[in-house]
């Protein structure tokens, strides 16, 4: 089993940044990918980023290429998304999700594909 624990989150004006860090703890020698999603009231879950944690491999949403950045630090078990030039429309309630072990290529952006999620950490942007 592995718990995640997302920090970082809180209000910041449009322009500004923020960083999330999520961190791992348990059984987290087989990690293999992590991943941030977002979710804002009435919307579904939206895939943000993702990282293979052994390559170090990035995936990124359409909506947040060039301004988000997803990083790892393994030795600490800990992932982090770097968000700059924030806009309102980034509002939402951020997940951490943990893919615990390698079962063939991966979809970073299906929910489905993680096995474990953190509580979430909220971000609000004001414009």
């Known amino acids: 089993q592995v718990q995640l624990v997302e920090s970082g989150g809180g209000l910041v004006q449009a322009g500004g940044s923020l960083r999330l860090s999520c961190a791992a703890s348990?059984?987290?020698?087989?990690?293999?990918?992590m991943g941030w999603f977002r979710q804002a009231p009435g919307k579904e879950r939206e895939f943000v980023a993702g990282?293979?944690?052994?390559?170090?491999?990035?995936y990124y949403g359409d909506d947040v290429k060039g301004r988000f950045t997803i990083s790892r630090d393994n030795a600490k078990n800990t992932v982090y998304l770097q968000m700059n030039s924030l806009k309102p429309e980034d509002t939402a309630v951020y997940y951490c999700?943990?893919?615990?072990?390698?079962?063939?290529?991966?979809?970073?952006?299906?929910?489905?594909?993680?096995?474990?999620w953190g509580q979430g950490t909220q971000v609000t942007v004001s414009s």
């Open positions: 999700a943990v893919r615990t072990y390698f079962r063939g290529t991966l979809s970073p952006n299906t929910p489905n594909e993680y096995d474990s």
């Open positions: 348990g059984r987290t020698f087989s990690n293999y990918a």
């Open positions: 990282i293979v944690l052994g390559n170090g491999r990035t």
